[in-house]
């Protein structure tokens, strides 16, 4: 949230030139009054599960003041966008938990992380009703209370930008163009509860039916079909966005914890570009006052030439300090924009190679993660992605700005100053130098690939094998290059250095990846968090498992819904779906069709530890299962090729 700080002369101005009686943050505090009310209103409503030993001191409370849920942060993929909404509603809010200003008094350096704590519990306490309106099952007191929080919100908001929309940092329409996104969420949201509420009265007047509440989703109910599938449906060609890009996945949603996290980011992003790019405005423009001082001094002493030669490179430099500064303020936007989206694309492929059973795209130690630490990073994920990504942006901005400043002292400016000449000498110097030593290292491998390496074993083989040929000859190769390798290693070695800073910091707004070399994974808290938050949602979320549940609740539902007298009834049963012939078939039409599951069955599994090599039934039985098996993957080679799963590497994230 962009507002200027409170002890500075400016704000005193504005704040004398426009008064309109109402300070947002201190709407902020009282806001916590109606927020507990509703809270309160809401819990009371709610009976709780299980009975407590307060029901029996206090029966007339009859189960009420059960705990209200603001959203389901694993399972629930309902309300989506409005949940997304509400969370670009808090956005301002949340930024502004990195200042302090909202605390009206003032603490101790030691008790700021106190201090922190509680800001941010007041925060989610304010805006703790938009979200309890959207989940509670009584849908028409949320709405009610949804919408009279809504427009208290929207009336103070929209006139406290429009009364007094000027700021100290991005001038006349400074709240106008940082306020928006809010306001829009908000009115969103008001009009979310609205169409709730009018929902809610057409299925009371049995108008409209309600929408049964299942545990599994009709995405997910696409998914399990598609593997049950024998073969995979006929999908067009794709396009270059979907191959390169992104590709839509109808069987795929994201879920609410996901969305609300990306609109906070962008939002952020969005208010911290604009800060940045006009506190850097401020900053150019103090260090240009600081300059024309320095030039007053120079003109105005007579024993200052050697500082006076300074000042034109001084200028220049601010120039183009300036312009660097605006250019990269754009690139870094766009690639932390790039980043969030591709944080979800990345989501969606490690949940699905973790539905089909594939770990190796993750370091070794991570393949079981503890179980505390998949539900913790539950919690913790989408703070630490929108502070990756808000930090991240700062330091990608800061390191391609000392590209763009690299970039024009040695390319540009040279250019400008008539000095292209030696510039390009210096540049083929520099050039040939490196050519050099990456010709040499090349012609390591030529000479080896030639002369010390034994010939292919086939006419069909890619490479040679690696056999060694001319052993003395090698010998004598590898001592005289020692000492060259010596001195090439230096550079290497700074060159892996100067790469690993370069890359580590490209990637530090990338929490789906460790920015950590290999067996030093652990250290990297924000990778850990992302690994144990995809394993939760895998272990609660996958598809197949959550069908599986679908259909046992169906099936106890109507075990529990068939009357009592449907022994009496005259008509004849229907033939039982769960006989034992029935399964007897099935097994059998399972086995035939997958020969390789014999081995696997309880009873073989058992006495596999006694078999024996003589001609027993059970050997026999092994053989005859392998034959089958090897006939099966005969035919079905011949019919199609079968679909290959392919392991992707993590380099592909």
């Not at 002493?301 to 660097?324: H, W, Y």
């Not at 990269?328 to 059973?357: D, E, M, P, Q």
């Not at 030696?422 to 040499?440: C, E, K, P, Y």
Request: charge should be positive; include cysteine.
């Amino acid at each position: 949230m962009i507002r200027a700080s409170r002890g500075d002369h400016g704000v005193s101005t504005i704040q004398e030139d426009c008064q309109n009686g109402i300070s947002i943050d201190l709407f902020l505090h009282f806001s916590l009054i109606p927020a507990v009310l509703i809270t309160g209103v809401l819990s009371v409503l709610q009976k709780r599960a299980q009975r407590q030993t307060i029901d029996h001191r206090l029966p007339f409370l009859r189960g009420r003041f059960a705990i209200v849920v603001p959203f389901d942060t694993i399972g629930s993929l309902s309300n989506r966008w409005s949940y997304g909404f509400a969370f670009g509603a808090v956005s301002s809010s949340v930024l502004l938990l990195f200042s302090e200003r909202y605390i009206p008094f003032i603490v101790p350096n030691w008790a700021k992380a106190i201090v922190f704590l509680i800001g941010a519990l007041e925060v989610g306490l304010v805006y703790f009703p938009f979200f309890a309106c959207l989940s509670t099952p009584f849908r028409t007191p949320g709405a009610v209370l949804g919408i009279l929080y809504s427009l208290a919100w929207i009336t103070i908001t929209v006139w406290d930008t429009s009364t007094c929309p000027s700021g100290e940092i991005l001038g006349k329409y400074q709240k106008i163009i940082s306020q928006w996104p809010c306001i829009l969420s908000l009115v969103f949201l008001l009009g979310r509860f609205i169409y709730i509420l009018v929902k809610d009265i057409r299925i009371h007047l049995q108008l409209e039916q309600e929408d049964p509440e299942e545990l599994i989703g009709q995405h997910q109910v696409q998914h399990v079909k598609s593997l049950l599938r024998k073969e995979p449906a006929q999908s067009k060609p794709l396009s270059w966005f979907q191959r390169r890009v992104y590709e839509w996945d109808p069987n795929f949603k994201f879920p609410n914890r996901i969305i609300g996290t990306v609109i906070i980011s962008l939002i952020g992003l969005y208010t911290m570009t604009l800060a940045d790019y006009s506190l850097s405005n401020v900053a150019f423009d103090q260090v240009d006052r600081y300059k024309n001082t320095l030039k007053y001094l120079v003109t105005s002493c007579n024993q200052t030439e050697a500082l006076g030669a300074m000042i034109p490179q001084l200028e220049e430099f601010i120039d183009v300090a300036r312009k660097s500064w605006l250019a990269t303020t754009i690139f870094a936007s766009l690639n932390s924009v790039a980043y969030t989206f591709h944080v979800l694309a990345c989501y969606r492929k490690h949940l699905k190679r973790l539905w089909r059973g594939q770990k190796g795209f993750l370091p070794e130690k991570f393949h079981n993660p503890s179980s505390a630490t998949s539900v913790a990073s539950i919690a913790r994920y989408s703070g630490w992605q929108i502070a990756f990504t808000l930090w991240g942006y700062l330091i990608v901005h800061f390191v391609h700005f000392l590209f763009a400043l690299l970039f024009v002292y040695v390319l540009v400016l040279p250019i400008q100053h008539g000095q292209a000449l030696s510039m390009l000498r210096n540049f083929g110097i520099i050039f040939l130098t490196i050519a050099l030593v990456i010709g040499l290292v090349i012609l390591q491998v030529v000479l080896v690939q030639i002369f010390f390496l034994q010939d292919k074993m086939s006419p069909t083989d890619k490479e040679k094998p690696l056999a060694l040929n001319n052993r003395k000859a090698f010998d004598c190769f590898n001592y005289f290059f020692f000492f060259y390798n010596v001195v090439m290693g230096i550079s290497t070695c700074i060159l892996r250095l100067l790469f690993s800073i370069m890359v580590g910091t490209w990637l530090v707004s990338r929490i789906d990846r460790t920015i950590m070399q290999r067996g030093y994974e652990t250290m990297d808290a924000g990778y850990s968090t992302w690994i144990g938050m995809i394993f939760a949602d895998h272990y609660h979320n996958n598809p197949v498992m959550v069908c599986f549940c679908q259909l046992l609740v169906s099936n106890t539902l109507e075990k529990h819904a068939a009357s009592a007298y449907s022994s009496f009834s005259n008509a004849s049963p229907e033939p039982p779906v769960n006989s034992p012939a029935r399964r007897r078939w099935m097994l059998f039409y399972t086995l035939l069709r997958n020969p390789h599951l014999i081995l696997l069955r309880k009873h073989h599994l058992a006495s596999s530890s006694s078999l024996q090599i003589s001609s027993s039934p059970q050997s026999e039985t092994v053989i005859h299962a392998w034959v089958m098996a090897s006939q099966t993957q005969s035919r079905l080679a011949e019919s199609h090729s079968p679909v290959e799963i392919t392991i992707t590497s993590a380099e592909d994230c």
